[in-house]
């Protein structure tokens, strides 16, 4: 079946714009997780959602950032007020929650945020 | 704290050699699972190799294996064969396997090595 898919794969805005960043997991994957990769601090885990369960917000940098997931699916990660440290690549990635790969995190190809 | 460490920033290896790119873990918990991604310049973080620390052998994905050495805490990358398609990033990975299901699994990144196999 299809992988994780993430757009848009690169997105380039001014400091202060709002930005939406949307991953649609692989079907029938109940966990899904957004990590930020940044040349100066590499990959750091941002928020995880677990089917209906209360998001896991421990790894949002500042309350300029946010996550939803509807219907237990798409999830979109929103950006306020851009600032230029928040130029990153943004991946998302999802997992099964019964069978062999529960344990594995399988990766989209990423957003390129570039803040100018 | 679980901390991962890969000390090589930069590998360079012969087509068709075998290669070892090294991780070391630091964890309280005593379930743990192990992973590594490789991520070429493309971008995508593409899983290669998961081990359990209660595993009782060492994993194998075609040409990858895990050198999985629980008491030094290391869980070393063997890449045989190399192959052109091989450059790229390479992370090890590591998160908490609770047994109560509590926890978000979240996993945590080493800095990551940069292969470069050489014609």
């Known amino acids: 079946g299809a992988g994780v898919s993430q757009s848009p794969s690169n997105k380039v805005t001014e400091k202060g714009k709002d930005v939406e960043l949307r991953c649609d997991p692989i079907?029938?994957?109940?966990?899904l997780y957004w990590y930020r990769q940044s040349l100066g601090q590499g990959l750091e885990f941002l928020i995880y959602?677990?089917?209906?369960?209360?998001?896991?917000k421990s790894g949002l940098p500042s309350d300029r950032f946010s996550a939803e997931r509807t219907g237990g699916s798409v999830s979109t990660l929103t950006i306020q007020r851009t600032q230029q440290e928040d130029s990153a690549v943004y991946l998302c990635?999802?997992?099964?929650?019964?069978?062999?790969?529960?344990?594995?995190?399988?990766f989209g190809a990423g957003t390129r945020l570039s803040v100018l | 704290a679980q901390k991962i460490t890969q000390t090589q920033p930069g590998m360079f290896v012969q087509e068709k050699e075998a290669v070892t790119l090294d991780c070391t873990y630091d964890?309280?918990?005593?379930?743990?699972?192990l992973f590594w991604y490789k991520q070429p310049s493309s971008g995508e973080m593409i899983f290669l190799i998961y081990?359990?620390?209660?595993?009782?052998q060492n994993a194998t994905e075609g040409r990858y294996s895990l050198n999985f050495q629980k008491a030094r805490k290391s869980a070393n990358l063997v890449i045989s064969a190399s192959q052109l398609g091989d450059s790229a990033m390479y992370f090890c990975?590591?998160?908490?396997?609770?047994?109560?299901?509590?926890?978000?699994?979240?996993?945590?990144f080493g800095k990551g090595t940069k292969l470069s196999v050489i014609p």
């Open positions: 990975a590591m998160r908490e396997l609770p047994s109560s299901g509590a926890g978000s699994y979240q996993l945590t």
């Open positions: 081990q359990g620390s209660y595993d009782q």
């Open positions: 079907s029938g994957h109940t966990a």
């Open positions: 964890t309280s918990d005593p379930s743990y699972g």
């Open positions: 959602f677990q089917g209906n369960s209360a998001p896991d």
């Open positions: 990635a999802s997992s099964p929650r019964q069978g062999v790969a529960k344990n594995i995190q399988y």
